[in-house]
């Protein structure tokens, strides 16, 4: 089983699903080592503040003594909430209280201004120097100077809220990715079941380059297929029941005035052969044109082919085969299906006869261009305007109004060009000096 291509559906969800799950590992881990990492350290506004209450409590000392300490304590205990205390050098305290056991332990825990605040969820007590003797101030932090206080509240934010955020961006990038496209290709669906055959899907969804643009290109396909189907055989159907009514008029008026019953008959026999011919060539048209079939390929020697052609072409309609030259070399020989090639040349060479003059030449000629040859069939007639040339290809197209219909009814290159497509090959004309040159273009053997 080979991998999908660059472009492929599953590698755009697999960067996203990535993506996601590398921006959740980030906001567990690095965010949050991140936020640790800038609340382990005091701020410079709560170092002062704690240097303020240390020299409140130096004036105190100094001012009252004990009592001061004692004044400036209960006042900083009414106002923070915390543990504090005055000690000297020897941790000996400098209220009028002395430290008991427990209050003595705590101070072998105090840490500088300068050190850590210590792990999540602690309550770290700091020292603060007095700035004239080796006293010292040796309190709680307080929780309203705490840099971690608002840490709950983040990791609420980066574990909770912050994910379904990127939950929901990478939803809405999905659904632009998968679903809005999906939305797209079902109202192309309905409009299509609808009867609107002109309704498609537009480069929002066709530019793309994954399985989705894969399938709105396919769609749109489908859509024109259809709408140049559709569009076909109305046509095909409004110009066949034209051309069949002229034939039975014909017919109508034979059978009210004709006396000679064998003339009737002949007439009769005539007319019905016309119509069967058009019938079936329309019907041969709408198969090739609807159904597509995929003709068996073989190697065929053009040369040879175009032998048997010109003589039955020759057999019905009196020109000798020396007007019918072929100047292919003798190693011409394409892959394709034999009826259908002898079909469209044969198509294509009573069309040239029928609209060249007099002593005129129908010739075939070609070249090996690559893998391909390169034919054309040149007549002497008068050519075609530069507007007609691909008009001459459509079913029912007669240029010239005098002709009757039952010289023709304008379905042999369009019978011909439709062969031809079914074989890899294509067709087209140009005019040539003088007359009309038909080229068909067919991969070589």
Known sequence: MSLPRRHSLLWRLAGALALFCLLLVSLHVDVGRELIEAT???PESTRQTLKGYAREAETAWQEEGAAGVDTFLLRLQERERIWAVVVDSHKDSLSSQPLNTEQEQRLDFVRRLDFPVGRPGSTPTFYIPFAKSDARLVMELPQRLNP??????????LQRLLPAILAIVVAVLLYRLLIAPLAILRRQAAALSAGDLSARLGPQVTRRKDELGELARTLDHMAERLDRTV??????LRDLSHELRTP?????????????GEALRRRLAREVEAMEKLVG?????????????????EEVDIVRLWDVLREN????????????PCQLPADCRVLGNLNGLAQALENILRNAIRHSPDGGVVRLA?????????????????????????TIFRPFTRLSAARPGGDG????????????????????????????????????T
């Open 281 to 297: 060539d329309a019907l041969e048209l709408v198969w090739l044109d609807t159904e597509r079939p995929s003709l068996p390929l």
């Open 366 to 390: 070609g070249r090996r261009e690559g893998d391909q040859w390169l034919l054309w069939i040149e007549d002497q007639g008068t050519g075609v305007a530069e507007g007609e040339l691909e």
């Open 248 to 260: 039975l008029a014909r017919l109508r008026v034979a059978g009210e005035n004709e006396q000679d």
């Open 40 to 42: 382990s350290y005091l």
């Open 409 to 444: 009814f304008g379905l042999g290159l369009a019978i011909a060009r439709s062969m031809v497509e079914t074989q890899s090959g294509r067709v087209w004309a140009q005019n040539g000096e003088p007359g009309l040159r038909v080229h068909i273009q067919l991969p070589a």
């Open 148 to 157: 971690r206080k608002y840490n709950e509240l983040w990791e609420l934010l």
């Open 313 to 324: 072409a020759s057999f019905e309609t009196g020109w000798p085969v020396e007007r019918m």
């Open 231 to 236: 569009a076909f055989q109305r046509q095909l």
